[in-house]
């Protein structure tokens, strides 16, 4: 099958560092060139990729120097066009990048499909219900609950893969701390995170990027906390250096405030052998057996006073969970019938408004 992966142009596809959407891509990519397609990744010129690349940008958009923010539309629509000019080439196009993609993919030729890897807001809700026809792929059932589920053409839920390889097995003579890794924003619960640590007078590693939108929340409310005694910021770190931290902390911790549409850190460290502490938000007990691979709780107290239990989950619980749910080989497969259904016009509409 020959198939177009448009993806986001903010990152390198892998990312270098923070990327999640781009991570995801990578390793889909990857698997249908192993699974024999033809895959074309339209993406930025610093990827690296074992399918043909088509070069939109010439590096990351978030670190390219000398390339304002208000500059990265005028890239997308670059990436469309160039979409455009070979749209006789692909028996499908999955696309990534989201909303922007869509008044073209509304009467592009080839069967199209875009999973939604992050909420629905207010000031975009409008294109979404305007191209409500579009076949669209949720990455966890509550986000797909969470996103108009009765009025857009949800013809999936796939749930998002780790390359499980990657994702060397912990075992407990290796823990040594609490994690947060992610995000560094009120929404991620970083605060949250370093005053649980506290609490239980246990030492934390705190790793993550701070965007610009989120650079008061850091100086003024996580900065402060760094200095404290059993407090460590590791900062945006690599794959290797993210593996690393997994694997020896005692739990990873997500004391999140919004409703996380699939959450990569929880899969990830499941992957490691390490169990989650998390808020009950969006998909977390899609992805986190409460009991079993960590603690889903309502409160952030709550999963204070149930730290105990994390001694008595078995980390290779946790991985096995992961290799059972979380696989790029399984989100791989599913993509691959899917493309298949689309192809041969046998999706069902699910959830989609009559016209």
């Known amino acids: 099958m020959r198939i177009a992966q448009l993806a986001p142009l903010a990152e390198s596809v892998p990312p270098s560092g923070y990327g999640g959407t781009e991570q995801v891509v990578s390793l889909l990519t990857e698997e249908l060139v192993r699974r024999g397609h033809e895959v074309t990744l ?9 399918a043909e690349l088509i070069a939109c940008a010439p590096e990351g958009l978030r670190s390219a120097r000398g390339v304002s923010q208000t500059r990265w539309p005028a890239y997308d629509l670059r990436l469309l066009m160039k ?3 070979m749209k006789d080439r692909f028996d ?34 409008e294109i979404y219900l305007t191209c409500r026809q579009l076949p669209l792929v949720a990455i966890s059932d509550a986000y797909r609950r969470l996103n108009y589920p009765e009025q857009l053409n949800y013809v999936a839920t796939i749930h998002n893969g780790v390359d499980l390889d990657a994702f060397s097995f912990a075992d407990s003579s290796r823990q040594r701390s609490l994690l947060f890794l992610g995000r560094i924003c009120a929404a991620k619960g970083t605060v949250e995170a370093i005053g649980i640590a ?11 990027k701070v965007d610009k939108n989120d650079q008061q929340y850091f100086d003024e409310l996580v900065r402060p906390l760094l200095s ?12 290797q ?9 005692v739990a990873t911790l997500c004391p999140i405030s919004f409703d996380e549409p699939f959450g990569l850190v929880l899969a990830e460290s499941l992957a490691c ?3 989650v502490m998390a808020l009950r938000r969006g998909a977390v007990p899609e992805v986190v057996s409460d009991g079993e691979t960590g603690i889903v709780g309502d409160t952030v107290e709550e999963l204070i006073n149930r730290f ?5 989950i078995s980390r290779r619980d946790c991985r096995r969970r992961a290799q059972q749910h979380f696989s790029k080989e399984k989100m791989a497969e599913q993509y691959e019938k899917l493309y298949l259904q689309l192809t041969s016009g046998k999706v069902a509409i699910q959830g989609a408004a009559k016209s």
């Open 308 to 312: 105990d239990q994390i001694e008595r």
């Open 198 to 208: 506290r609490r239980l007078d246990m030492p934390i590693v705190v790793a993550g």
């Open 228 to 239: 404290e005694p059993g407090v460590e910021f590791a900062g945006e770190v690599s794959a």
């Open 241 to 249: 250096e993210k593996i690393k931290l997994y694997s020896e902390a």
């Open 273 to 275: 052998g390490t169990p």
């Open 92 to 125: 499908v196009v999955h696309n990534h990048m989201g909303y922007i993609s869509f008044p073209f993919l509304r009467n592009f030729k080839s069967p199209n499909v875009t999973t939604n890897h992050n909420l629905v807001s207010d000031y975009c809700a």
């Open 83 to 85: 979409l455009d000019s």
């Open 42 to 50: 339209f993406a930025t010129s610093d990827s690296r990729t074992s």
